[in-house]
């Protein structure tokens, strides 16, 4: 099992600045790979910050988007084909979901700036499920995968995926 902690180094080194979502053995993660991030970004993950969470499927790619603080709307396309643990638990308790762990990590070098978990509702993170394990029926190539991610970034702004999605959970 791999330990974040705040100071502490990201366990894998990420391909260029950018966001991504990830679905692990202790729930979901969402990191933040800024090169040198502001003050103002750490802020806006950190507690107390409003939160907002969406996802939608389109071409056979979940496109899940967060909005913390007072940051753009951020994106992060996924398949659980390239998960490395795409298989998530049942949700058993209907008051409680995933945890989500957003993660702050400075692409220079690599630390972890900010650490935040987020509790998920329980019908939101059913929903996500569900999507999540239909993709995984779903054949999968890597290239048809990378041409539909051009595609849709290509076609659509983020602000416009957003807007085509249905399920949310936000935090205020």
């Not at 957003?102 to 900010?114: C, G, P, Q, R, S």
């Not at 048809?144 to 995926?161: F, H, I, K, S």
């Amino acid at each position: 099992m791999e330990e974040l902690r705040v100071g502490g180094q990201f366990p894998a080194r990420l391909n260029g600045e950018g966001t991504f979502f990830e679905t692990t053995p202790a729930g979901l993660t969402w990191i933040f790979n800024y090169h040198r991030p502001s003050p103002e970004e750490i802020k806006d993950v950190s507690e107390g910050s409003a939160f907002e969470i969406r996802f939608t499927t389109l071409y056979g790619i979940l496109w899940v988007f967060v909005k913390c603080g007072g940051q753009e709307w951020a994106e992060a396309p996924y398949s659980p084909h390239l998960s490395k643990a795409p298989l998530l638990e049942e949700i058993t308790d209907d008051a409680h979901g995933y945890a989500l762990t957003l993660v702050m990590v400075d692409m220079a070098t690599n630390e972890i700036k900010h650490l935040r978990v987020i509790g998920l509702g329980a019908k939101f993170s059913g929903k996500l499920k569900a999507a999540i394990d239909e993709l995984t029926e779903r054949p999968f190539t890597r290239s048809g995968y990378d041409m539909a991610v051009r595609r849709v970034q290509t076609a659509l702004t983020t602000n416009e995926l957003v807007r085509m999605c249905r399920d949310y959970w936000r935090v205020k």
